[in-house]
Structure formats: structure tokens, C-alpha cells
Antibody, heavy 117, light 106 residues
Framework: EVQLVESGGGLVQPGGSLRLSCAAS????????MHWVRQVPGKGLVWVSR????????IHADSVKGRFTISRDNAKNTLYLQMNSLRAEDTAVYYC??????????WGQGTLVTVSS | SYELTQPPSVSVSPGQTASITCSGD??????VCWYQQKPGQSPVVVIY???KRPSGIPERFSGSNSGNTATLTISGTQAMDEADYYC?????????FGTGTKVTVL
């Protein structure tokens, strides 16, 4: 059974940092591109970042470029999102998602990040 | 930046057909998928690569994509289909979600 379990969310002050993790199981993690998607409670889905299966080709949405970094450790079957210089507008539920070609076939349950003083 | 526009809401009677549009520049040149999200849950794909249904998704869900518009159609809508629906466009570096549509089954 495929499982994606996010962790690392919480309350952080503006300007602070957090690192989100997504532990993957039930599939060959090193074979799939992975993404982060966020959602402000009550609002829509927003794509954040993508990384290719071998750890190359990391790209980020313009809204987080230069502040967020996606990475992965295929030996640990774990996806990461390092978030620096956090702003109030980064407050959201962050989902990791497994990509199967041009769609997400599995999503995690999400982890809430709250940026507030 | 690339944008996808959906109607904020669609209302449908049980058993009737609901159509949700997703508009974007030359959208027909990209792959589109559709996600269903119920309150408090993670999204679930209902259509991928414009027209394909994943296993386990009922046949009443179908999709099309041409020109500047993709459409998700729910035929014989059931109460359990009440949810938010999001389109998403994919190409080599575009992973944009639509604005979302709330489907209400009255």
C-alpha cells in the first residue's frame, strides 16, 4: 500500500524556517518524480515544487523561488521541503504528491504550516 | 504566468449531468487532469491525460480537452459527488491548478 506521510509543520514566526518531510512507502520511491502542493484552508490548490526521480531538475513556483528548496533522499525514501524567510502568506496545508507521468496518483494527508507572530 | 479559470460553483440535481469547464491559453496543447476534494480530505484524481479514468473511478466521470477549454463531465450525478473539483495542466515545467469549482448536488 502506497503511503505518503508528511511531518514538520507547525507554528513559526515571520522570517523563520521550517523543514517539511514526506516519508514514502509502498512503492519504489527512487523511480518517481515528487511534488509539493499547498492549500490555504478554504482556498484552492497551489503547486509549489517538483523534483525528478534522481534528485535533479528541482523547480519552484515563482512565489517561493529563492526561499524554498525541494530535495530528496532516495536511500531514506524521503522528500523534503526546506522553507526559509517564511511569510504570513505561506500559511497553508502542505501536501506531498507522487507523480505518475502527468498526474498525481497519491497524496499525503498534509501538514499545516502557520506563519504568525 | 499561466492561469486556469474555472466557474466558482456548479449546481446539479441528482441524476442529472454536471459540466465543469477549465479555461486556459492553448490548453488543448497540454495534458489536463482533474481532482476531486471533499472537506477535510486530500485530493483524488478522477481524470488524467485529458480523458483517462483511474481504476476505481466511476464511469460517470469523463473528460475532454480542446482549444482553450477542458471539461469534466459527471453524468448521473450522485450525492457523493458533491465536492470541490480542480483542473490541473501539465507540461515540462507547468503545473498549474485551476481556481476550483464547488459542485453542489441539490
Amino acid at each position: 500500500e502506497v503511503q505518503l506521510v508528511e511531518s514538520g509543520g507547525g507554528l513559526v514566526q515571520p522570517g523563520g524556517s521550517l523543514r517539511l518531510s514526506c516519508a514514502a512507502s509502498g512503492f519504489i520511491f527512487s523511480s518517481y518524480w515528487m511534488h509539493w502542493v499547498r492549500q490555504v484552508p478554504g482556498k484552492g490548490l497551489v503547486w509549489v515544487s517538483r523534483i525528478k526521480s534522481d534528485g535533479s531538475g528541482a523547480i519552484h513556483a515563482d512565489s517561493v523561488k529563492g526561499r524554498f528548496t525541494i530535495s530528496r533522499d532516495n536511500a531514506k525514501n524521503t522528500l523534503y521541503l526546506q522553507m526559509n524567510s517564511l511569510r504570513a502568506e505561506d500559511t497553508a496545508v502542505y501536501y506531498c504528491a507522487k507523480a505518475d507521468a502527468s498526474w498525481y496518483d497519491y497524496w499525503g494527508q498534509g501538514t499545516l504550516v502557520t506563519v504568525s507572530s | 504566468s499561466y492561469e486556469l479559470t474555472q466557474p466558482p460553483s456548479v449546481s446539479v440535481s441528482p441524476g442529472q449531468t454536471a459540466s465543469i469547464t477549465c479555461s486556459g491559453d492553448k490548453l488543448g496543447d497540454k495534458y489536463v487532469c482533474w481532482y476531486q476534494q471533499k472537506p477535510g480530505q486530500s485530493p483524488v484524481v478522477v481524470i488524467y491525460q485529458d480523458t483517462k479514468r483511474p481504476s476505481g473511478i466511476p464511469e460517470r466521470f469523463s473528460g475532454s480537452n480542446s482549444g482553450n477549454t477542458a471539461t469534466l463531465t459527471i453524468s448521473g450525478t450522485q450525492a457523493m459527488d458533491e465536492a470541490d473539483y480542480y483542473c490541473q495542466a501539465w507540461d515540462s515545467s507547468t503545473y498549474v491548478f485551476g481556481t476550483g469549482t464547488k459542485v453542489t448536488v441539490l
